[in-house]
């Protein structure tokens, strides 16, 4: 439906639609005659989940029971799929992560995993290892070279990796995570590609893109997460593909930042202070005046698109925006909502759901980085619920083979 009908049907103004838009709460996209075309079921689940005012408080999610269920992760990072997957009763059998700082900080956390910090292209496993094989691999262009467009075709590539491994191990369940933009990637074809690939292999595959900041995360982000189930178990046991289901409610700043331990943090130059100083909570470049978003902006003040993310302060009584590796970019900014500095470590944590005693290791700038790469654990925890779900569907007999 088009702005206007969005608004009526909702009983608020154009304005405050097109604001969630700008804020990233809701999608529109431009139909055949240009105009913005919104999805009314997403706007209206919107509007009534800010309208619950409940605050929610910081927690980090976790189950009161463990299960026998046990998981290989390729390209862990630095835990949060992995301390998500523990905190809903999975057992970490395997972990592989090339980078060594964020290798380090799964070591110095949990000595008792299984960590390999090696390329996953030299790491090797036997037939049944684990029941789930898991991995948020790099999306790197394919370039459709071969003619059948399947396994041997994305040689070269980390998804190749990621889908021998699953061969060597053929677990009941797969899980694929990566960014939201794969969907379109190379119009579909990308996608389209590693949905094949995994057929191929013996599993049945679904996507979804999930919303964390409707899962328990303080923070606006979106995954494409797959997930498979091997093809003789969905077609003679009938698992069910179970996705997490969205909460009626979001986690605030207030809420996520409330009594955060202290940490090091980024610092801006004296200059940028000043700027910064005067963007107000939620606003942006534009709420600056003209003669500072000429000096600032240079010449992107000329180009086309929003650049909402440019000179950004946080709104604290909403979830953050997607953390990046980088709290103080200029593209992306990530300004306290009160105060005028980047977010700390900590904050740059608590937002990613991560417990306070989660240490990272290496200097502040590769810990940045591996929390802004992080899964965020509580969406860690919703998607190990829903695996260890459908492996409880397999008969007991089943679920031993």
Not at 84 to 108: N, S
Not at 241 to 249: D, G, T
Not at 337 to 347: A, D, G, K, Q
Not at 375 to 390: A, E, I, K, Q, Y
Request: charged content about 25%.
């Amino acid at each position: 439906m088009q702005v206007g009908e969005v608004a009526r049907a909702l009983d608020v103004s154009v304005d405050t639609i097109r604001r969630w838009e700008k804020k990233g709460l809701i999608r529109g996209h431009r139909d055949a005659r240009g105009q913005r075309i919104f999805n009314l079921d997403e706007v209206r689940q919107l509007h009534s989940k800010l309208n619950d005012q409940t605050s929610r408080g910081f927690c980090v999610l976790k189950s009161d029971s463990i299960s026998p269920y046990t998981v290989i992760e390729l390209f862990a990072g630095a835990g949060g799929l992995a301390l998500g997957f523990e905190h809903a009763g999975l057992k970490a059998k395997t972990l592989v992560e090339i980078d060594p700082r964020a290798a380090d900080t799964l070591k110095a956390n949990r000595a008792h995993w299984d960590v390999r910090a090696e390329d996953v292209a030299k790491v090797g496993f036997a037939v049944g290892d684990a029941d789930i094989v898991t991995g948020g691999f790099p999306c790197q262009a394919f370039s459709y070279a071969g003619k059948k467009l399947g396994f041997e075709d994305t040689r070269g590539t980390l998804f190749f990796e990621y889908a021998r491994i699953v061969n060597e191990v053929r677990p009941k369940l797969i899980l694929a995570e990566n960014v939201r933009g794969l969907v379109n990637h190379d119009e579909g074809r990308t996608l389209h590609t590693m949905l094949g690939v995994l057929d191929e292999l013996g599993y049945t595959v679904q996507w979804r893109v999930l919303r964390a900041q409707y899962l328990d995360v303080a923070q606006k982000r979106e995954r494409l997460v797959m997930i498979g189930v091997r093809q003789d178990l969905h077609e003679d046991l009938r698992v069910t593909h179970e996705f997490p289901a969205e909460r009626s409610y979001t986690i605030s700043l207030r809420d996520a930042l409330s009594d955060v331990p202290p940490s090091p943090g980024q610092r801006y130059t004296e200059r940028k202070h000043a700027v910064m100083q005067q963007v107000p909570e939620g606003g942006y470049w534009r709420d600056l005046p003209e003669a500072m978003q000429r000096e600032y902006m240079g010449a992107s003040f000329f180009m086309g698109g929003g650049k909402t993310g440019m000179a950004r302060r946080l709104s604290w009584d909403e979830p953050s925006l997607t953390l990046t590796c980088n709290p103080a970019q200029k593209q992306t900014e990530r300004c306290h909502p009160l105060e005028t500095r980047p977010l700390t470590v900590r904050e740059y944590a608590r937002i990613q759901s991560f417990p306070d005693d989660w240490q990272f290791t290496g200097s502040v700038a590769a810990q940045y980085r591996q929390i802004g790469n992080a899964v965020p654990v509580n969406l860690g925890f919703h998607l190990g619920t829903s695996l260890r779900n459908m492996l409880d569907q397999l008969a007991p007999n089943a679920a031993a083979k």
